[in-house]
């Protein structure tokens, strides 16, 4: 028979201890977030539809972006048992810099409609942990404000390739003189992709007020005081960008692009030149050739050609290709560290996430950025771990078995 007795208060206090309130409102908020899925939650709570959408969403009918997600979500780790993993080491070399994860910022446009740090915010969290960053052709601040705020960053430049060629030479000279040592010339956009959300959403870039948005904004106040009272969004690399992303892509943007421009760009950059949005063998084998240092398997998140290759099968077949001559980086539909680990042991060098850090930009600024890498982070060794590795390089095809 159980004894009961009258609690006294003595057991009780303990009890009762609240944690100490550390850190700034923001780090307070978005340290409740167990994972990124989390902070996807949040940032859509605190963002208008059209800009989280923005993010979000993917072309057509969102096929790629869905098929990246279903084979990150179906694929099988094989762990090794009775390793001594009690010393992890998540590190890596990227184009000969030391990186304190096998992943780095992927460059993203319009950053600062986000969340009113933008880029700078994305800059400092990767100069604090030692990642790379990626700015972007499209970006809302400068190269040169970029570099001035993070000095130590390991900084890289993405190039679209305008109309105007002399506009481009004179941003990879900016981003040259600028300090920043590798070139990312992105060659998957002739034309815009059918991004619908957007389209049903009459997202343009900066918001314009309507009745829809106005409303909208009366659902997320603090978005729209911030947008108002600092200053205006503007973009690093021109003076204005008007219309709806899909028709300033087409009007702006090179369909005349190819391997010719990508040997200009190599002779021209004093440093590492990449090429992102490769999907097939054979592109990787030639844009090697030619000179790319390392080669980003990307199909831009699902964002271009809907129902496009996913990239996580094609990492084993160009490393295959071109071995030891580049380094192999992948990205698209990344949401948990086990992501990345799963795509090192198939052989990619790095990874590089996009939406995960834009979702914890919209949702707390700064903090939410460092909060993404602090997940990812854990989600890495901890996965390390259970598969009975120490270090990267110790994870091997066999270590994962794709459906």
Known sequence: MTRRQIPKWSNIAPLLQSNPRTGSRAERRVAKDANVEDLRRRAKRRTPRAVFDYVDGAADDEISLERSKRLFRNLEFRPNVLRDVSDCDPSTEILGVRAAFPFGFAPTGYTRMMHREGELAVSRVAQRIGIPYALSTVGTT????VARDAPGAELWFQLYVWRDREFSNSLVERAQNSGFRVLILTVDLPVGGARLRDVRNGMTVPPSLTPRTFLDGAMHPNWWFD??????????TLDTLEGNVADSIDRLFDPALNFADLEWLVSKWDGPVIVKGVQSVEDARRVVDLGARAVVVSNHGGRQL???????????PVVDEIGSDAEVYVDGGIMNGADIVACIALGADACFVGRAYLYGLMAGGE?????????LGMDIVRTMK??????LSELKPEHVRLP
């Open 142 to 145: 400068t190269p040169e404000d």
């Open 227 to 236: 947008f108002l009272t600092t200053e205006p969004l503007s973009f690093a």
């Open 306 to 316: 809907d129902r496009s290759p996913v990239p996580l099968r094609l990492i084993g």
């Open 367 to 375: 903090a939410g950025v460092q909060r993404v890498v602090d997940i």
């Open 386 to 391: 259970l598969l009975g590795v120490s270090t």
